[in-house]
């Protein structure tokens, strides 16, 4: 498989329970992206990495929030203390910078805060 | 931040007719892609356009930069069953290839 792949694909949890998602990115691809996107609405950024290091961050990404991508390949994505509102399509993206071909996003995970 | 609008929300074409769908911007634009994403799935690079006046294709699907009006547009001609999606532009942050911001995104059903 040579896409961006993420895991899982749906989540279903309960309001106060930590969750974490997975994000592998296309092997060659340096930067990382992660991107939620809640219902009729466009994906919204959350942050970026270029190889291990986390660039940028939304103010979307409050303290229960938190990405990694320890060794510059795959990335996580955890939420502590969920909360309804969290309940989103949560989409991860990989490119080289190249901005001709923007970027190669994964099929998303999709969060259910119940 | 920037902000993108697009226009119709949702269209229900009839397969074999032409369609567009409008990205207006209200910020300079340094770079628009289009992205088409299947129901729950996750979103799929189309183009990107970055001249003013620039124009590509890909199969039957035609996208336009106009710089000055901060606006592409997105046509399809002879429609498909397969064309159905949601059709997203999004653009840099202020050039910020890291960074887009994303349109709302236009809902196209074609009925056989």
């Known amino acids: 498989d040579t896409g961006v792949s993420q895991d899982p694909r749906h989540k279903i949890t309960k309001r106060g329970q930590n969750v974490t998602f997975r994000c592998d990115p296309i092997?060659?691809?340096?930067?990382l992206y992660w991107y939620r996107q809640t219902l009729g609405q466009g994906p919204e950024f959350l942050t970026y990495f270029q190889n291990e290091a986390q660039l940028e961050k939304s103010r979307l990404l409050s303290n229960r929030f938190s990405a990694e991508r320890p060794k510059g390949s795959f990335s996580t994505l955890e939420i502590q203390r969920t909360e309804q509102g969290d309940s989103a399509m949560y989409l991860c993206?990989?490119?080289?910078?190249?901005?001709?071909?923007?970027?190669?996003f994964g099929s998303g995970t999709r969060l259910t805060v119940v | 931040s920037q902000e993108l609008e697009q226009s119709p929300q949702s269209l229900i074409v009839q397969e074999g007719k032409n369609l567009t769908i409008n990205c207006t911007s209200s910020?300079?634009?340094?770079?628009l892609y289009w992205y088409k994403q299947k129901y729950g799935e996750g979103l799929i690079f189309l183009m990107m356009?970055?001249?003013?006046?620039e124009e590509k294709s890909h199969e039957k699907i035609t996208a336009k930069l106009d710089e000055k009006k901060q606006q592409s547009s997105l046509h399809i001609t002879a429609s498909q069953p397969s064309h159905a999606g949601i059709y997203l532009c999004g653009a840099d942050d202020r050039g910020n290839f890291n960074k887009f911001y994303f349109g709302s995104g236009t809902k196209l059903n074609v009925k056989p």
């Open positions: 993206a990989s490119s080289l910078g190249d901005r001709t071909y923007g970027y190669t």
């Open positions: 356009l970055q001249k003013g006046g």
């Open positions: 910020k300079t634009l340094y770079g």
């Open positions: 092997s060659e691809h340096n930067r």
